[in-house]
């Protein structure tokens, strides 16, 4: 099969009556079975694809209504500013990284890829996808008009907006799911959370510095104090969910509750 972690390679990880040593009975549990690396690149195909049709029609919305229901995103810095819109790009970037991942041969720089794919999913594509699903549709049941007034209705269909904002958890829930994540550490998790969350904030405000405008209008209704907390409980919100996925994928049992605990063992 296909690996995940590489040790060593001494041969054969033993045949007939040879007893297995413990180095080839660590490597069978650190490699990835055929039926999981198919399942991991199917997966990784298949959202893939849907991002790329999700964007399509996405611009294709858009470009239809320009002027119509997105004057937000004709404001200085474009749609670049809502978390959404990059939270969409995320997604696809990650998807599009693991399945390039998925089909390179094996080398050291594949393993590097998907250490790389292990990081971002764990400390950026999955916490990402919940923040905005959890804030959006918490914010929408208070008052839409704070996050998403009635009038996008107009001219945007029902499905994009689920698009944007449920099926983005369903994605990284699926990859959780069913393909091995290693995480980092958690002062690493941690540590980059708030590296994204603090460059996001800086965004925002710059825009606000730059153009005299809050990104997402219902700031303009709350004063500086209530503000640094919505920011703060973003953040924590994230860390939350960053443990909450933590837990999840180190739940799964069998094969992958063994391959954790050896990686814990060896330090990988």
């Known amino acids: 099969g296909s690996d995940y972690w590489d040790l060593d390679d001494d041969g054969d990880w033993g045949s007939g009556d040879k007893e297995e040593t413990p180095q080839q009975k660590n490597r069978k549990i650190l490699r990835r079975s055929t039926a999981e690396a198919g399942t991991a690149f ?7 694809c849907f991002y790329i049709y999700v964007h399509v029609y996405d611009a294709t919305i ?3 209504n320009r002027g119509k229901g997105f004057e937000g995103s004709e404001l200085y810095g474009g749609r670049w500013k809502f978390l959404t ?18 089909i390179m041969p094996h080398s050291e720089a594949k393993i590097w890829f998907r250490k790389v794919c292990d990081f971002v999913f764990t400390t950026l594509a999955f916490p990402l996808a919940w923040v905005v699903v959890i804030s959006f549709w918490g914010i929408y049941a208070v008052n839409r008009e704070l996050i998403y007034p009635a009038r996008l209705d ?14 983005v958890a369903v994605g990284v829930m699926i990859e959780i799911l ?10 690493g998790g941690i540590t980059a959370l708030f590296i994204y969350s603090t460059a996001y904030i800086i965004w925002i405000i710059w825009v606000l510095t730059a153009a005299n405008f ?9 004063p500086p104090p209530a503000i640094s907390v919505f920011f703060a409980t973003s953040f924590f919100l994230s860390v939350m969910i960053y443990f909450v996925g933590k837990k999840v994928a180190y739940l799964r049992m069998g094969r992958w509750g063994e391959r954790h605990r050896l990686m814990d063992e060896l330090g990988l």
């Not at 199917?42 to 893939?48: G, V, Y």
């Not at 107009?154 to 099926?167: K, R």
């Open 62 to 64: 858009v470009r239809r």
């Open 42 to 48: 199917s997966i990784h195909l298949a959202i893939m």
């Open 214 to 222: 809050w990104v997402y209008p219902f700031l303009e209704h709350i």
């Open 178 to 187: 069913f393909v091995f994540h290693r995480y980092p550490s958690n002062l």
């Open 154 to 167: 107009e001219y945007i269909p029902l499905m994009l907006n689920h698009f944007w904002h449920t099926t």
């Open 85 to 102: 819109y990059l939270n969409m790009w995320v997604q696809f970037g990650y998807f599009f990284l693991c399945f390039f991942t998925d």
